[in-house]
Nanobody, 113 residues
Framework: QVQLVESGGGLVQTGGSLRLSCATS????????MRWFRQAPGKEREFVAF???????DYADSVKGRFTISRDNEKNTLYLQMNNLEPGDSAIYYC???????WGQGTQVIVSS
């Protein structure tokens, strides 16, 4: 049973930081590319960050230089470190396994002005 469980969201002021986690189970994390997406009210779900099985990364232009995606295959956990947060980062953040289109329940991030 494939499961993705996001955590670490919360309320933070502009310029603050949060570290999101995605605990995975039901598969071997090291064999899959993983992604983070986010969705704000009234907007489409958008790509945030991508990490390959080798650890290579890619980011949306809007978060480049501020966010860092990483993985700990031993702990079967995916991370998203978010620094210098802006109000535009407010959204529900979702963990995604690229192959199979698996999603977690999301964790909400609110950045106050």
């Amino acid at each position: 049973q494939v499961q993705l469980v996001e955590s670490g969201g919360g309320l933070v002021q502009t310029g603050g930081s949060l570290r999101l986690s995605c605990a995975t189970s039901g598969f071997t994390l090291q064999r899959y590319n993983m992604r983070w997406f986010r969705q704000a009210p009234g907007k489409e779900r958008e790509f945030v960050a991508f990490i390959t099985i080798r650890g290579d990364t890619d980011y949306a232009d809007s978060v480049k230089g501020r966010f860092t995606i990483s993985r700990d295959n031993e702990k079967n956990t995916l991370y998203l470190q978010m620094n210098n947060l802006e109000p535009g980062d407010s959204a529900i953040y979702y963990c995604n396994r690229q192959t199979g289109a698996y999603w977690g329940q999301g964790t909400q991030v609110i950045v106050s002005s």
